[in-house]
């Protein structure tokens, strides 16, 4: 019989309760160590600012056993897209995976994409389900990212306090901006500036992707989406004597998910790079966390293998490796060659 593939509207709660349920399966099933997703962020999964998403699911009877989405920025990188699937652990290696993808690349190509990025979770020394079947696919591996995690509070919070203290003198004739929340609006020019930057100065592994695109009113909506899903956002900035901020980290604080905090960017812009900025203002915000959110047991946070600068920064904090992550690119442009031969013939259509 063939396989049905619908899509799920965000309006559709049985829908959306029954994908949340099939991650939640599957997270239990691949990944037991790593924090859950919350139904909060679950239900504002297709509505993301500066994306148009969209996703599909395949049932038996009621249940969702399979399903896919696809993320196509709106503001850059327009010829690319971000995939993910997912099938229920008692009904893989029966071609559901591949049925899904395909139906991933027909609509990403309609969409005018050229590329889809896609990820697979790993242990540090093993590999998934998922790389396996991207490597099937004919995607190519372009980066591998290491998930690191601080456990709070630090082991040795006085050798941190020395760090610190070592930073803060590198780092003379700068200060420091802290909040926590929504930009401030007067640092939202900055902070936009700063995130486009983050496109194009962190390593991008062998990818095809170009510079986004930010400014105020994008930070503005990207602020709201995070408050609207009960994300803490906990930032620390660095000011050059000019009053502009050259330097951001940010630290995400999901809802429900175990109280662990996810580190999101940490940026010096290039010319005010060996100072140790980078140090100075994560450690700051590390004790920022730690004042306005003393539930959170420990921070996550991902960064390319060749990052070593992040990682030399991240080492001296404590953190320790738990797992990684492979990151895979599908060219849709080549037909056969850049696809399997069963994800091109079902992509095509009849
Ligand atoms: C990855 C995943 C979606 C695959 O779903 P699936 O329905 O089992 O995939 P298929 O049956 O279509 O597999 C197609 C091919 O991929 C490869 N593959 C799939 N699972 C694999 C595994 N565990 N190890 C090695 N290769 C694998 C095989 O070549 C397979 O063909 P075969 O069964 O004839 O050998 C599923 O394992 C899953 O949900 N994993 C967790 C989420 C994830 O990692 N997603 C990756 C991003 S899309």
Redesign the pocket.
Known sequence: MATVIEPIRADDHAAMDGWFDLTLR?QAH?TPDLPRLSRRRHALRLSSPGFERRAWAVRDGTEIV?A?EVALPLHDNLDNGF?????APD???????????AHLVADARAAGRARLA????EGIAT????S??????GARLGQVEMRRRLVLPAVDPRALRDLAASARRAARGYRLVQWTGPTPPDRRTDLAGLIARMSTDAPQGDFTLEGQRWDAERVRRRDAAAAAAGEGRVVTAAQAADGRLVAYTETAVPPDEDDIARQDDTLVAAEHRGHRLGLWIKLANLDQLADTHPEVRAVDTWNADGNRWMIAINDAMGFVPISRVTDWELDLTRGQSGTTAAISAAASGP
């Open positions: 599957c691949d399979a896919a995939a993910d699937g997912l099938v009904r893989r290696r029966r071609g559901l995976g591949t049925q899904l993808l896609l990820q697979a979770s590999s998934s389900p998922g396996g079947f991207l490597r099937a696919a």
